[in-house]
């Protein structure tokens, strides 16, 4: 089995501004992935960024980065020069074998 | 289609009916997903498909719910005498391989609503 945790539900911050959606997770699997998606309002789940669990290195993606620190089993999501189009749910997701577990999720919205 | 495609958008039903979820996934896709999203909620997973045949079916909450995937392409999530609690947005996701390894890309969701 596997958790995944949002401990922020909500969170603001001024366009071009940084800001870090937290976010851990448990997992008994050796290899395993981890995700962060985008859902907007209209409801289709993007993906932002992925992280290979054996990889020791952060991914990123343009303006979305991760810190990946996995003995602390906690993968944080850095949004830099947030944009108005970065306003979303942003899910944090394990996955292992077969399945993808989602977090609750972490609302974004950026401010004009 | 170029995307994941899933019918109806919205579905209002009453309690006791029976109702049927369609998707449609990208097309040589042979993993697909579906998952339930409660108001507030992150997608809890449903069941998974790999080709015709559900390789995990342990998300499914009762016995009333029941997918089926006969061609290895379109899927059909079913739901049987529907309760008040049924009620969410089901979402549906195909993968190229495992969606623990590669994306998943997600249709738009089901809104089924039972009074």
């Known amino acids: 089995a596997q958790t995944v945790t949002q401990s922020q539900p909500e969170m603001s911050v001024q366009e071009a501004e940084t800001v870090t959606l937290s976010c851990t997770y448990d997992?008994?699997?050796?290899?395993?992935?981890l995700f962060w998606y985008k859902q907007p309002p209209s409801r289709q789940m993007i993906l932002v960024i992925r992280q290979e669990a054996y990889k020791q290195q952060n991914a990123t993606e343009n303006r979305f980065s991760v810190n990946f620190q996995k003995a602390a089993k906690s993968f944080s999501l850095k949004i830099s020069d947030s944009q108005l189009g970065d306003t979303a749910m942003y899910f944090c997701a394990c996955g292992s074998y077969q399945k993808v577990t989602f977090g609750t999720g972490t609302k974004l919205q950026v401010i004009p | 289609g170029a995307g994941v495609s899933q019918t109806p958008s919205n579905k209002v039903t009453e309690k006791g009916k029976y109702v049927e979820l369609r998707c449609d996934p990208i097309s040589g896709h042979t993993a697909l997903y579906w998952y339930r999203q409660s108001l507030g909620q992150g997608p809890e997973f449903l069941i998974y498909?790999?080709?015709?045949?559900?390789?995990?079916d342990s998300g499914l909450p009762n016995d009333r719910f029941f997918a089926v995937r006969p061609e290895g392409s379109v899927s059909t999530l079913k739901i049987q005498r529907t309760e008040r609690g049924d009620s969410a947005v089901y979402l549906c996701?195909?993968?190229?391989?495992?969606?623990?390894?590669?994306?998943?890309?997600f249709g738009e969701g089901s809104r089924l609503t039972v009074l």
């Open positions: 498909f790999q080709g015709t045949g559900a390789a995990d």
């Open positions: 997992t008994s699997e050796n290899n395993y992935y």
């Open positions: 996701a195909s993968s190229r391989t495992s969606a623990n390894t590669g994306e998943l890309f």
